[in-house]
């Protein structure tokens, strides 16, 4: 990613961090859920689909990329190892379901972040 993209992209989470602060308690629980400042934890959501036979697909990082790769069970979320970040991640050498090739198509799609605008981009604490 280009350095001046990353420079302001950082700034933009600071700013927004700062803006987040300085909302009153009140105005935080009228208009949004608040997440800590770590990643969102799935564990329970991804369980629940897994054990209601739902399609279940998590990312899959590499340097430039992000893959929503398909979970076949629980046992199969359970035996992944976790990313630097502590997440769940299968390796690049599994072949898996890639999300955007399922012919089933998405009932729910859950995406976390630091902040989004009115084209629907966003931002996140990392790489997003």
């Known amino acids: 990613m280009n350095a001046t993209i990353v420079s302001l992209k950082r700034q933009l989470r600071k700013d927004i961090a700062t803006r987040l602060q300085k909302l009153p308690s009140a105005d935080i629980l009228t208009q949004c859920k608040y997440m800590p400042t770590c990643e969102i934890v799935t564990t329970k959501i991804i369980h629940f689909l897994l054990n209601t036979d739902k399609n279940c697909f998590i990312p899959r990082c590499t340097k430039h990329n992000m893959d929503m790769v398909k979970i076949n069970s629980l046992k199969d979320f359970e035996s992944l190892p976790v990313n630097k970040w502590s997440i769940p991640e299968p390796p690049l050498d599994q072949q898996r379901e890639n999300a955007l090739e399922t012919k089933e198509g998405l009932d729910l ?3 976390p972040g630091v902040a989004f605008d009115q ?5 996140g604490h990392g790489k997003g």
Do not use: E, T
């Not at 084209?119 to 931002?123: G, L």
């Open 119 to 123: 084209n629907r981009n966003r931002i």
């Open 109 to 111: 799609i859950l995406v």
